[in-house]
C-alpha cells in the first residue's frame, strides 16, 4: 500500500475512531459532572427508600446473570466493558423500580458505554450490594464456588492423567534405548569338525616273476 492510498483509506479511519473515543469521553464527563453534583441527593433518596426497595433489588439481582452479580461484588472497568449488555440491562431494571441516581447512570451508559461510567454505576451497585441479605449472597456464592471447585478439580485430573502419561512414555522410551544400546550376542562358536585322516592304502602286491620255458 503506497502513502498516498494510507494517507486516503486508513488515516481517515484512525481519526475517525479517536474522535469517537473523545466526543465518548466528553461526554462520559458530563455526565460524571452531573452525577456528582447530585451524588448527596441520590444518598439522601435512597436511604429514605432502602427499606421498600430492598425486596425489588433482590429480584432484580436473583434475575440477574453471575457476570452482573460479580460486578456488583466487585466492579471493574475491564469487567463493565466486556459485559456492557448485561451491564446496561441491569441500570435499566433499576430505573424501572425507581432507583436512586440509575436513570441518569442508565442514559449516560446507553450514549457512551458503561465502561466510561465505572465511577457511578460503582456508586449504585455499592448501594444495590447494601439491599441484598447475606444469605442471599452466600446462597448465590456456593454454585459459583462450586462450579470453580468442580472446575480445579478437573483441572488437577487432566494433569494427572498427562503426567502419568508422560511416565509411561518416559519408560517405554528407556526401554527402546537401552535395547537399541545394548550389544548383540556373539552366536556361539562353531565346533571345529576333526576331520578324521583316511587310511593309507596297503601297497600293491608285487607281480610275480614269469615263468621260464621248458628246454627242449
Do not use: R
Request: glycine share 4%; aromatic share 6%.
Amino acid at each position: 500500500m503506497g502513502i498516498s492510498s494510507w494517507k486516503e483509506k486508513v488515516l481517515p479511519k484512525i481519526k475517525k475512531v479517536f474522535e469517537k473515543n473523545g466526543t465518548k469521553k466528553a461526554a462520559a464527563a458530563e455526565v460524571i459532572k452531573a452525577f456528582e453534583e447530585s451524588k448527596e441527593q441520590y444518598t439522601t433518596e435512597f436511604e429514605g427508600k432502602k427499606t421498600e426497595l430492598e425486596a425489588k433489588v433482590v429480584e432484580v439481582y436473583e434475575a440477574s446473570p453471575s457476570e452482573v452479580k460479580a460486578l456488583i461484588k466487585e466492579p471493574k472497568e475491564a469487567g463493565l466493558k466486556k459485559h456492557s449488555a448485561a451491564v446496561q440491562k441491569f441500570l435499566d431494571e433499576l430505573v424501572k423500580i425507581e432507583f436512586p441516581g440509575a436513570k441518569t447512570v442508565s442514559e449516560g451508559a446507553t450514549k457512551v458505554g458503561p465502561s466510561y461510567l465505572s465511577g457511578p454505576i460503582t456508586f449504585l451497585f455499592e448501594k444495590v450490594s447494601t439491599c441484598i441479605p447475606e444469605e442471599v449472597k452466600k446462597e448465590e456464592e456456593a454454585p459459583a464456588a462450586a462450579a470453580e471447585t468442580t472446575a480445579e478439580s478437573s483441572e488437577v485430573k487432566e494433569k494427572e492423567i498427562v503426567v502419568e502419561a508422560e511416565k509411561k512414555e518416559e519408560v517405554v522410551t528407556e526401554a527402546v534405548v537401552e535395547k537399541v544400546e545394548a550389544p548383540a550376542e556373539a552366536p556361539p562358536a562353531k565346533e571345529a569338525k576333526v576331520e578324521e585322516a583316511a587310511p593309507e592304502a596297503a601297497p600293491a602286491p608285487a607281480p610275480a616273476p614269469a615263468a621260464e620255458p621248458p628246454k627242449a
